[in-house]
Structure formats: C-alpha cells, structure tokens
C-alpha cells in the first residue's frame, strides 16, 4: 500500500466511511430515485443552500469583492485565482461546462444542492444562464457530501460535519448527548 504524505493526500483519498454511506442511503426509504430534468436556468433565479456544509468564502453576489481588510482576504484571494482557472475553461467553447448544477425547485427560485463554483464562475463571466440538474426529491446532504467528499483541499471540520449531516438525513442516529463541536475540535488537534 502506498504510504500518503500530506494531510491533503490522506484525506483525498476515498474512506470506507463514504463507501458505507452511500451502500447505507442506496435502499434507505428517503433516496431519491428521481433523475431530474437537464435544462438551463436563469442564475438570478439560483439561491445557495444556508445548510451546505461547503465553507466558501466569496461573495455570493460579486466574488470578486474582497475587502483589504477581511481577515479571510488571502483564502478569498487564492479561492478566487482557482475560480478564474474554472471560468476559463467554462468560457472555452470546445470544453464549456461539463457538468451541470444540481438544484432543487423553490418556488420561483431554485435552491442549490451542488455546484456552488461553477455557478460563482459563471457569474465571474457575465454569464445569465447556467444548464442544471432541476431535481424534485435528493438525498440533500448526500450529494453535497459526495461532491465535497473529493475535493482535494476539504477541511476535517467540513467532512465531519458533512459526514455527521448525511447520517441525520438518512436516519442513522449519531451517538445521543455527544458534543459534536468538542470531538471535531479534538480531531482537528489531533491531525492539526
């Protein structure tokens, strides 16, 4: 077995824990067997899920607007340069967007499930529309755990309470009385 280096290799790798969710939410009663529909929406019509365990930091209306001052302006600013590596290869006619955005119908709104960058970098090009999964029933937290799962620079405190989120979604009970704040605080000490 290949031994891992850095945090970001040990934890992009995929966990059994994953594999386990998704074996457990695959013949739960609450997994949707809906497909959804493929169309373009318009992305003034996209609110963001305030529940997405997902720790972006831009600016949901202009992510280009960081402040001097913010204290998060560095991560904003590094954040940002990889969105504008994304917009670039959306705005490439012969690549475009290869995989669209998962939304759920809200009303006359549509509320994001996944797809949080390539929607901040569609607006980073000017662009209106954006081609999107519009589901009627999705295992919420599931998708969003499973996209997130993969990134390569996820933070420990997303994943477990991205972890902790599924489990409640699809009805695994996570230890009763547990304080999840003080065992995510003695993982992150734990693995730095």
Do not use: C
């Amino acid at each position: 077995m290949k031994k891992l280096s850095s945090k970001a290799d040990r934890f992009s790798q995929p966990t059994k824990a994953t594999a386990n969710i998704a074996a457990m939410v695959e013949g739960h009663s609450h997994a949707s067997k809906d497909a959804g529909t493929f169309i373009e929406i318009p992305i003034a019509q996209i609110i963001p899920d305030p529940k997405n365990h997902r720790d972006i930091k831009l600016d949901w209306d202009n992510p280009e607007d960081i402040a001097e001052d913010d204290p998060h302006a560095e991560k904003k600013r590094a954040e940002l340069e990889l969105l504008r590596e994304m917009a670039k290869t959306i705005a490439n006619p012969q690549v475009g967007l290869i995989n669209a955005i998962t939304v759920l119908r809200r009303g006359d709104s549509y509320q994001l499930i996944s797809g949080h960058r390539r929607t901040l970098a569609h607006k980073l090009l000017g662009l209106t529309i954006i081609r999107a999964n519009v589901r009627t029933r999705i295992a919420t937290r599931l998708a969003q755990h499973v996209e997130n799962a993969q990134r390569r620079d996820i933070e420990l405190s997303e994943l477990i309470t991205s972890l902790m989120a599924v489990m409640g979604e699809v009805g695994v009970p996570v230890a009763p009385g547990l304080d999840h704040a003080k065992v995510q605080e003695a993982l992150q000490a734990e693995v730095g």
